[in-house]
């Protein structure tokens, strides 16, 4: 927060309405809140310490629905459930990066429209190793590498 505060403000108007609008949302917090959050994201990164004691690696999806092209900025809904924001719909991206643990999108198929399906692997601290080799070995599984693709752009 720090560094974008010192932008000039005529550079604000050249980022996309999401960016803005959490800069202003940013701008109305308070310390005790940036307290409140960093005491918030401890206790999840101390939870996913512990959970990673008993496994490799946490698999889940990378994203909650199938792939768009990437003219779409975000999802405003996934099946009936509404996002007030881009926010919303990358709920299992959040956690390795408010926990700031090591973590890999793996695409493991290919939807009709040839876009790829991914999982995201997060690993334990300082786990890279780990979570690179978890990674190779689910794109082995699945018969990969899947890519890289070249964007699919519509229009």
């Known amino acids: ?21 959490n800069w202003a ?9 940036f307290a409140r959050a960093n005491i918030d994201r ?3 990164f101390l939870g996913m310490q512990g959970f ?6 946490l698999a889940c999806p990378t994203v909650g629905c199938m792939p768009r092209n990437s003219d779409i900025e975000w999802i405003g809904d996934i099946e009936g459930e509404a996002f007030g924001d881009y926010l919303g719909w990358m709920k299992f991206a959040f956690l390795a990066t408010t926990t700031g643990l090591p973590a890999a999108s793996v695409p493991v198929a290919v939807s009709p429209d040839g876009l790829p399906i991914g999982i ?15 990674a190779r070995a689910v794109e082995m599984a699945v018969g990969g590498p899947i ?4 964007p699919v752009v519509t229009g």
């Open 1 to 21: 927060m720090a560094s974008f505060s010192r932008l000039p403000e005529d550079v604000h108007r050249h980022f996309k309405p999401a960016l803005r609008d």
């Open 25 to 33: 949302f940013a701008r109305t917090l308070t310390i005790e809140d």
């Open 42 to 44: 401890t206790r999840l």
């Open 52 to 57: 990673l004691e008993n496994f490799d690696v």
């Open 120 to 134: 995201q692997l997060v690993g334990p601290p300082r786990g890279e190793a780990t979570v690179l080799a978890v």
């Open 147 to 150: 890519g890289p693709i070249d």
